[in-house]
Each structure stands twice: as C-alpha cells, then as structure tokens.
C-alpha cells in the first residue's frame, strides 16, 4: 500500500494561484498519480493525473484544462499549479495512486491508494 502525503490547501483569492503537492511513499507498483476533488454536496470528480509508464503523459478534466498544470518530481512527488482559480474549484482534493490504463484514468476505482484531502477555498 502506498501513503500519500499532501500539501497546500488553503484560501486563494479568484485569479491568483496555489500550489498542490502529494507525495508518495513508493512508486515501485504505481505507475499514475492524480488528484480528485469533491465539492459539498457533489460526488467526487476527476481533476488531473500523470501516468509514467509507458511514457509520460497528462489528463485533465475540461473543468480544469488550461488553468490547472500537473507534474512530477523524481522525488516521487506529484504537484498541481492551480492558476486563475474560480470560486467553483472550491472542493477538498484527494491525491491517488495507482495503475490506470488509458480508458480509466479518469475513473475513481483505477486508484488503489488515496491521501486524506486537503481543503481548497477559493473566495475574495
């Protein structure tokens, strides 16, 4: 199993930016990571991913397409540029792990491993 640690949730003005970052305790049987997010009273929804083998490749959500950026550190960390944010990004945000194949990669149950959410407000 692998821990996710995640990191920097918090308050951002509309139009400013935030910085996620996730973190993995091993990457030798994962070969993705992405982030989820569930809003109040919403179902929780895909937001970004980056799988590595084979290759290296990006998914977003058309929600987030152009404003929010996934990447990934050697280090076996993940992070997400969140830029330009509206107050519908409003949502806790899950880091997950796992072994998705292309058609699954925006599907809940692709991930075998989740972190425990970090709050993301966007307000003025």
């Known amino acids: 199993q692998v821990q996710l640690t995640e990191s920097g949730g918090g308050l951002v003005q509309p139009g400013g930016s935030l910085r996620l970052s996730c973190t993995a305790s091993?990457?030798?049987?994962?070969?993705?990571m992405g982030w989820f997010r569930q809003a109040p009273g919403k179902e929780r929804e895909f937001v970004a991913a980056?799988?590595?083998?084979?290759?290296?490749?990006t998914y977003y959500s058309d929600a987030v397409k152009g404003r929010f950026f996934i990447s990934r550190d050697k280090d076996r960390a993940v992070h997400l540029q969140i830029d330009t944010p509206i107050p519908e990004d409003t949502a806790v945000y899950y880091c997950?792990?796992?072994?998705?194949?292309?058609?699954?990669?925006?599907?809940?149950?692709?991930?075998?491993?989740w972190g425990q959410g970090t709050q993301v407000t966007v307000s003025s």
């Open positions: 091993s990457i030798n049987n994962i070969n993705a």
């Open positions: 980056i799988r590595w083998r084979p290759g290296a490749t």
């Open positions: 997950t792990a796992g072994r998705p194949i292309t058609s699954t990669v925006i599907t809940m149950r692709s991930y075998s491993d």
